[in-house]
């Protein structure tokens, strides 16, 4: 009996020994086969197909007669209230001339070295703002709730007559960027001036028609007697171009104590790109999404003395080769999935086929993600920056006098991030740039992300110190949906004004989220609603030099953008509960 055990017991060791191996080998094989995988994409490519075809073998996502897909045009109710078209009539283009040159009138001017609210005699200006809206829109002040955050933010309660519906929050921001030298300038920048088409001045396209367009249409429709079902907020910061930290920010904590967090139906903010014609096709693009924000600071410090002795590189040649080094080396293309931008190239290949590339469409249904995305970049247009993260050398200082060699150089680096990378991947990036210079000088690298490996190494160099440091990050922004009852709402309605508009007329407008490569107040309302439209309603040509000279915007399609936040705010009043869970 014990032998028979003993036996038993060496033939499960050896069966145990046995299994592992064959684990082991399995493994191994699996391991090595996934090695192609990895540095094949056309491979991968193929694979991800594969497994998402449908039984009839069609790949789902991947079916052109499904790309793109239209909404309904959302009509306005009969409910005895005046259609939006009412506001394209002389009577209206007179009174909104009117409101938006008062509101340029005031330079409510924001700079990056503003002070505390409270201590900066240069907000005050804004109080001057305060009062001409209140002269502007009397009706909107009487029945409006108003608080005023941080002194100069605005937010303004419509309240609904069902409090168990969702409201939902329009916004704009106060501040202008510095309008610099007047005499550079056709008009007076804060003239107000109207030439019969363009009212010109800075903040006439950003964004004082955004937010003299909203208080617009509030102001028409309480002279209506208008009594929302749906509570209305609206949320005007007031230090949007230096980052909204004093304006945007202190407003959303405000609106989150208020109404708490994912409590809002949908944002809509300035931005998105606007509508663009395309032949008989209206493209639509408000942001759903936008790129990341990262600026960084390389500091060089080294040894100083006269200029009749200098060095091979001074600390200005070896930043210059630091420039270069940067510059040679560009990020990575790639369009994902669930790239935004992919659902516009798909909109574009469906609706207008004879104006896109004509590699285009065989490339979205079977080109990796990476290949498309360097044919697009290569082809250097602006919108290689959806599908790329920038990097722009804006800032440089070095030296305090001409026959001294400079002993501090400074350098600012803006990125841009795109939605397949982040801010470490960026950090990795600058490093693996910099090193090369850092070794070629006997520089010491100094930077919250240099690994202690390359610490050690260079930490006995005398020629100089190169630091690495961070200023301001912003992550890439999460995309809102498009496909629940929310955006068929919103873009319904976008439709609806677009396509009964004088220009639009026979057309055809196809709205289609896009990604915003630069930056909204929206940043500050992330925790509010995963539903954030960024889009300033206008046709292209219609908002001209935004941030420059010149400033001005088409009255024309002013209007037409009143039409739309009047509309958005009608047609929203009808959503639903089950809708406001975003369960459609």
């Known amino acids: 009996m014990e032998k028979h055990e003993a036996i038993d017991s060496h033939r499960q060791r050896t069966s145990r020994y046995s299994n592992s191996y064959r684990v082991l ?12 995988l990895y540095f094949n994409p056309s491979l991968r490519s193929w694979i991800r197909d594969y497994l998402n075809r449908s039984p009839g073998g069609q790949t789902l ?44 009138h005031v330079p409510t001017e924001s700079y990056d070295d503003n002070g505390d609210v409270n201590e900066d005699p240069r907000w005050e200006t804004f109080s001057e703002f305060h009062r001409v809206l209140e002269r502007l829109f009397p009706l909107a002040h009487s029945h409006l709730e108003l608080r005023k955050v941080n002194r100069y933010g605005l937010q303004y309660t419509f309240p609904g007559s069902d409090p168990s519906l969702k409201p939902i929050l329009l916004t704009a921001h106060q501040d202008v960027v510095p309008a610099g ?47 929302p079902r749906r509570t209305i907020v609206l949320a005007f910061g007031f230090d949007e171009e230096t980052g909204g930290l004093r304006g945007a920010a202190a407003l959303n904590q405000s609106l989150t104590e208020e109404w708490g967090s994912g409590s809002f139906l949908f944002v809509l903010d300035e931005g998105g790109m606007g509508i663009q014609t395309q032949g008989d096709v209206l493209y639509a693009y408000p942001g759903v999404g936008e790129k990341g924000y990262y600026d960084i600071q390389l500091t060089l410090e080294v040894k ?45 290949t469906k609706y207008s086929p004879d104006v896109v590339q004509p590699w285009l469409r065989d490339a979205l249904l079977r080109g990796s993600e990476k290949d498309i995305a360097v044919k697009l970049a290569e082809e250097e247009t602006e919108e290689q920056w959806l599908v790329q993260t ?92 498009t496909d629940n009852g929310v955006w068929a709402v919103f873009s319904g309605t976008v439709r609806h004004v677009f396509e009964s508009t004088e220009s639009g007329r026979g057309k055809t407008v196809v709205p289609v989220g896009n990604i915003m490569t630069g930056n909204t107040d929206t940043v500050h309302y992330w925790s509010l609603t995963r539903n954030i439209y960024r889009f300033t309603p ?38 639903s509960r089950r809708t406001d869970n975003c369960q459609t």
């Open 25 to 36: 080998f399995l493994c191994s094989l699996v391991f090595l086969s996934l090695i192609p």
């Open 61 to 104: 996502y991947d079916d052109p007669e499904k790309w793109c897909p239209l909404p309904d045009v959302t009509v306005p109710r009969d409910d005895g209230l005046k259609s939006s078209e009412h506001f394209i009539n002389s009577e209206q283009l007179q009174l909104q001339v009117r409101r938006l040159s008062e509101a340029v």
């Open 181 to 227: 030298t007047a005499s550079r300038w056709k008009y007076p920048p804060y003239e107000g001036h109207f030439d019969g088409s363009f009212l010109w001045g800075r903040g006439s396209a950003d964004c004082k028609n955004v937010l003299i367009g909203i208080l617009s249409a509030i102001e028409d429709l309480l002279s209506q007697s208008f009594a």
């Open 304 to 348: 100083g003395g006269h200029s009749s002795r200098p060095p091979k590189h001074t600390g200005i040649g070896i930043i210059a080769d630091a420039i270069v080094a940067l510059e040679n080396k560009p990020y990575s293309p790639r369009l994902t999935q669930a790239s935004p931008f992919r659902r516009v190239l798909e909109c574009r």
């Open 390 to 481: 920038s990097q722009a050398i804006d800032v440089i200082t070095g030296g305090v006098k001409v026959n001294a060699l400079p002993e501090n150089v400074q350098l600012q680096v803006n990125h841009r991030v795109a939605l397949h990378d982040s801010v470490g991947f960026v950090n990795e990036h600058i490093r693996d740039v910099l090193t090369p210079v850092v070794w070629k000088y006997g520089l010491h690298l100094e930077g919250s992300d240099t690994p202690d490996a390359a610490r050690s190494g260079l930490v006995n160099a005398s020629l100089g110190i190169l630091r690495v440091q961070p200023l301001q990050t912003i992550d890439p922004a999460p995309i809102s949906p």
């Open 538 to 575: 206008s046709r292209n040509g219609t908002r001209m030099n935004q941030h420059g000279i010149d400033e001005r915007m088409g009255m024309a399609a002013h209007l037409e953008g009143i039409r739309l936040y009047y509309g958005e705010v009608l047609h929203c009043n009808g959503i």
